[in-house]
C-alpha cells in the first residue's frame, strides 16, 4: 500500500474492514458474524473455515465456496492476527475480535 509523506498509509485499513463488511453483507445476506479459524472439522490439514451467525445467533447455512471465501477474505484484512486461535467478525461495526474474548465478554 502507498504512503503518504508523514508515513501513514494512503488508504487506512478502516476503509479496507469497511468495504470487506460490505461485501460479505451482500454476499450473504442476514449474515450479522462470521467466526474463522483454519480448523475445517471436515479437513485432515488446515483449511479456512468460516461459521456466519444472524442477529438472532442462528446459524445460516453456506455453501462450502462461499465460507471458504468469506474466511479467506477476512485471512487477509488481517494477516497479522493470530490464526492459530479462531476469531469472529462483527459485520455491522467490521471490527475482528478473538472469539475467546468475545465467549469471555471481553471482546467489546
Known amino acids: 500500500m502507498l504512503a ?3 508515513g501513514t498509509p494512503a488508504c ?3 476503509d479496507r ?3 470487506l463488511a460490505a461485501q460479505l453483507a451482500d454476499m450473504i445476506p442476514g449474515a450479522a458474524t462470521v467466526r ?3 480448523n475445517d472439522p471436515k479437513e485432515a490439514w488446515p483449511h479456512p473455515h468460516a461459521i456466519v451467525k444472524d442477529e438472532a ?3 445460516l447455512e453456506l455453501g462450502r465456496t462461499t465460507a471458504r471465501v468469506a474466511a479467506r ?3 487477509r484484512v488481517w494477516p497479522e492476527a493470530d490464526w492459530t486461535r479462531p476469531h469472529t467478525f462483527d ?3 467490521a471490527t475482528l475480535t478473538r472469539s475467546d474474548l468475545v ?3 471481553r471482546g467489546r
Do not use: C, F, H, Y
Request: no cysteine.
Open 73 to 75: 477474505w477476512i485471512l
Open 57 to 59: 445467533g442462528e446459524t
Open 103 to 105: 465467549a469471555a465478554g
Open 4 to 6: 503518504m509523506p508523514s
Open 12 to 14: 487506512p485499513d478502516t
Open 17 to 19: 474492514q469497511r468495504r
Open 91 to 93: 459485520i455491522a461495526a
Open 36 to 38: 474463522v479459524s483454519l
